[in-house]
């Protein structure tokens, strides 16, 4: 079993920056693909970015795409989301997700196994 716990979140002004950080405790995650999702008050929740289990390749939903990077650390077994210019429209819920199935980066929800409880990203106008 697999437990993911976000942090980094808060409130920021419009053009900041923030990261996020998952920390995964119960197993090491080095040979999972880590995504990054976000929900938003009354929309469903949908993909942000998504890395391979070896931080080879990288995928990201078009909104993000230039602003927001994904990373990790397999040594220390940490994933990040490093989030720039952010926009009052990403405010949302972000969450960190694990796919303990596969090793390459999905973007669709029902692939990944492990959910954490989520980190409030407010960004104010």
């Known amino acids: 079993q697999v437990q993911l716990v976000e942090s980094g979140g808060g409130l920021v002004q419009a053009g900041g920056s923030l990261r996020l950080s998952c920390a995964p405790s119960?197993?090491?995650?080095?040979?999972?693909?880590m995504g990054w999702f976000r929900q938003a008050p009354g929309k469903e929740r949908e993909f942000v970015a998504a890395?391979?289990?070896?931080?080879?390749?990288?995928t990201y939903s078009d909104s993000v795409k230039g602003r927001f990077t994904i990373s990790r650390d397999n040594a220390k077994n940490m994933v990040y989301l490093q989030m720039n210019s952010l926009k009052p429209e990403d405010t949302a819920v972000y969450y960190c997700?694990?796919?303990?199935?596969?090793?390459?980066?999905?973007?669709?929800?029902?692939?990944?196994?492990?959910w954490g409880q989520g980190t409030q990203v407010t960004v104010s106008s």
């Open positions: 997700a694990a796919r303990g199935s596969g090793r390459y980066h999905a973007t669709h929800p029902i692939l990944y196994d492990y």
């Open positions: 119960g197993r090491t995650v080095s040979s999972y693909a």
């Open positions: 890395i391979s289990w070896n931080g080879g390749s990288t």
